[in-house]
């Protein structure tokens, strides 16, 4: 049984996203979350397998559980033209009998044959500049550069301050909505337990989890 969305695991965020410096290495988490009552194996591919880590490459997430892999930027020498990257990520999934184990996991697990459901997500990988994760550096940066050389240092200020407002309201809208995706996981794991001390500690986190929920909303919204 697949979430509404159709996939086996859901990736947040969706994109790898690296503050880019000069010989320094840059780590990037990704959550993976199954959105299946299944065990669900992982493996994670890249198009430049030198130049980054990726910790655990392979492994599994338990029913409606997550996992979280760290991805490493190996220190760069040289600055990549106008902050594009043209390296790719591949997340290959598939349903596997009930595992506890890395080293349970069979060797052809992600080998394409016969009825084997093997589902895979493309990830890019995204430079932003020292103090902009978060932010997408597009090829047209330059043009917005020669813009910006032309305003006034008040009004660059201005404008500096306006974006940062507007990348933690993001950020915060974002947490919410994690928030709320991370309640929904716990009701559906509520649904596989029968115990009823778990029951009750489940509603007094999801009443605390919904307060914090309200406060943020209202916060932002202010």
Known sequence: MKSENGRLISVYPEDLTFGFQLNK????????????????????????????????????????????????LQAQNEMPPDMHCKDKFLLQSTIVPPIFDVDEIASDTFTKDGDKEIEERKLKVVYTAP???????????????????????STIEEVQTIQCLKEEKDATLQRNIQLQRDIEIMKKRMKHKSDTGFSLVFAAVVGVMSLSLGFVIKLVLS
């Open 25 to 72: 290495q840059i780590n990037c988490d990704l959550k993976l979350v199954n959105n299946t009552e299944h065990h669900v194996a992982f493996k994670v591919k890249t198009t430049s397998p030198k130049k980054y880590i990726v910790r655990p490459n392979t492994g599994f997430v338990q029913p409606w559980d997550s996992s979280t892999i760290t991805v490493t």
């Open 131 to 153: 103090g902009q994760q978060g932010v997408t550096v597009k090829r047209s940066s330059r043009r917005s550069s020669d813009h910006l050389a032309m305003l006034s240092n």
